[in-house]
T-cell receptor, first 115, second 113 residues
């Protein structure tokens, strides 16, 4: 069983479209995250939810809207896609957002290409 | 946020030990030192973490300087599968006691047969 799974693995779409990426974790964790890795390979945190509550929002454009229907799921919806949104998006989870010794478990990524 | 500095790239031969350095001179007393690695086309993977004492696990060892301003990740016998980007990260604490992982550029490790 994959601990953190995200779908789809690849997403190719046109500018202006709306798309969603889904993430599920079966680790029983309370906290989930979205990270973005751009073409220069820098990994940047976008959002974090703890028990379905938004905790971190790293000044991401409001075209990006995370939704957490329950603790095990954190989906990312992107409106009006732009060329600059092309990147690899990683979902992650951890047990607790407060403990400094917590490990994060990452999914295998969704490669988004906006044409 | 406390920052880390790592070499851009390193090379090693298979079966040899690898020492990956990290400088974190602005580390605070409550910052844990974490190491993750990212294999090609995969998500980051936890390797090891520590606070003050050296740590060992099945993947690697972490040696932390006495003043905690630097640390070294040690892979005892590099394999081809260890070729990856290795990130040294300090957990950044913010309001409410929450913290987050902030990734730097990392060190790209090449392992030669």
């Amino acid at each position: 069983d994959t601990a953190v799974s995200q779908t789809p693995k690849y997403l190719v779409t046109q500018m202006g479209n709306d798309k969603s990426i889904k993430c599920e974790q079966n680790l029983g964790h309370d906290t989930m995250y979205w990270y973005k890795q751009d073409s220069k390979k820098f990994l940047k945190i976008m959002f974090s939810y703890n028990n379905k509550e938004l905790i971190i929002n790293e000044t991401v454009p409001n075209r990006f809207s995370p939704k957490s229907p329950d603790k095990a799921h954190l989906n990312l919806h992107i409106n009006s896609l732009e060329l600059g949104d092309s990147a690899v998006y990683f979902c992650a989870s951890s047990q607790d957002l407060r403990a400094g010794n917590e490990k994060l478990f990452f999914g295998s990524g969704t490669q988004l290409s906006v044409l | 946020d406390a920052k880390t500095t790592q070499p851009n790239s390193m090379e090693s031969n298979e079966e040899e030990p690898v020492h990956l350095p990290c400088n974190h001179s602005t580390i605070s007393g409550t910052d844990y030192i974490h190491w993750y690695r990212q294999l090609p086309s995969q998500g980051p993977e936890y390797v090891i973490h520590g606070l003050t004492s050296n740590v060992n696990n099945r993947m690697a060892s972490l040696a932390i300087a006495e003043d905690r301003k630097s640390s070294t990740l040690i892979l005892h016998r590099a394999t081809l599968r260890d070729a990856a980007v290795y990130y040294c990260i300090l957990r950044a604490v913010f309001s409410g006691g929450y913290n987050k992982l902030i990734f730097g550029a990392g060190t790209r490790l090449a392992v030669h047969p």
